[in-house]
């Protein structure tokens, strides 16, 4: 592999800067390229981030030649529980908003990095899933990811992802998706002391640490085009496995007294199409990739931090 550093000559786009990951890539992108070259935007209103839609493809045009565009970290979407809620969103923006920015990237010569999830894999996936395997979600939002997949591959430009598993994070909030539940009850166990559980105790998902998700992101698309095969659409990406239990269990060491009683939505059927495992082998052979967090680590961090 060589060790040839791919740095965009010139801005970063990050949309849906606002978002669990953004929230954090734009820190990790401004420390790496300097604040000025990363261009942070989201429909919301926030300091130091521009207003972009995705469903503006002029827009989309006009500001990545303004600011002489080369690179975008397309966040921009909507999750798994939000979805289903409103399927025909769901298609719009996680699809139609990355085709808009795939053709701007197309006009700017610039490179895509779109992430797609562990809801690729649909209920006759192994429960340990491999990196190539028929993908047949059950879930919109899972339908949208796979076609994103497609696009990296045959839209003609560089265009890389990962499939993110379940992120926990202390800095901003998860939102709409089925492994939520892996960041709210941190913040009940810490307030109320109690958390009811939309899953049931032995549902086991891969879950990742942010940092982890971070660096994956910033590490792959460092790798030269040429060493990536086309697996680029959604590399697998292992953190760690659990159960909602061994969570609980695992929190109870920093908090005895925390309590989790467990009522099951229909956020459960997603997670039940879903994998328990990720292989990722070839993440690991082909840009290195090797997560530093466990579920113990995780937690001492989610704990220390929130408590600050
Ligand atoms: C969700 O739960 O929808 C997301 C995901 C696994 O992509 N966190």
């Known amino acids: ?29 401004r420390q790496k390229h300097g604040h000025e070259a990363v261009i942070a935007t989201d429909i919301r209103e926030a300091e130091g981030c521009q ?9 989309i045009k006009k500001l990545m030649f303004e600011e002489q565009i080369t690179e975008v970290y397309h966040l921009a979407a909507l999750l798994s529980a939000t979805g289903e809620k409103n399927p025909k969103l769901c298609w719009d923006i996680n699809v139609t908003g990355l085709e808009n920015v795939i053709a701007a990237a197309k ?13 690729v894999f649909g209920p006759d996936c192994p429960k340990n899933a491999p990196q190539i395997t028929p993908l047949n979600p059950t879930t919109v939002y899972g339908k949208t990811k796979v076609v994103g997949e497609e696009l990296a591959v045959t839209s003609g430009i560089d265009m890389r992802g990962i499939r993110y598993p379940g992120l926990i994070s202390y800095k901003a909030p998860a939102g709409g998706g089925t492994t939520d539940y892996a960041v709210e009850i ?28 971070i660096r994956a992101t910033i590490e792959l698309m460092n790798i030269p085009f040429e060493d ?21 269990r695992s929190i109870q060491r920093h908090l005895p007294e925390f309590t989790c009683t467990f009522k099951p ?15 990722d082998v070839v993440a690991k052979e082909e840009w290195g990739w090797k997560p530093r967090f466990n579920l113990d680590k995780i937690v001492d961090e989610m704990i220390s931090n929130l408590k600050k």
Request: charged share 25%; aromatic share 8%.
């Open 1 to 29: 592999m060589s060790m040839f550093m791919d740095l965009p000559t010139g801005r970063v786009l990050v949309t849906g800067a606002l978002g669990q990951i953004g929230t954090e890539l734009v820190e990790a992108l």
């Open 51 to 59: 207003i972009l839609n995705v469903m503006d493809k002029k827009g």
């Open 107 to 119: 006009e700017n010569n610039a490179r895509v990095f779109s992430p797609s999830s562990i809801a």
């Open 228 to 248: 990536l095969s086309d697996s680029r659409g959604g590399y697998n990406i292992s953190g760690c496995s659990f159960t909602a239990g061994e969570l609980v």
């Open 265 to 279: 939505d229909i956020r459960q059927k997603y997670a039940d199409s879903w994998p328990e495992e990720i292989v």
């Open 186 to 213: 941190f913040h009940s166990a810490l307030e109320d002391g109690h958390y009811e559980c939309f899953v049931r105790e032995d549902t086991k998902l891969p879950m990742m640490y942010m940092d982890d998700a």
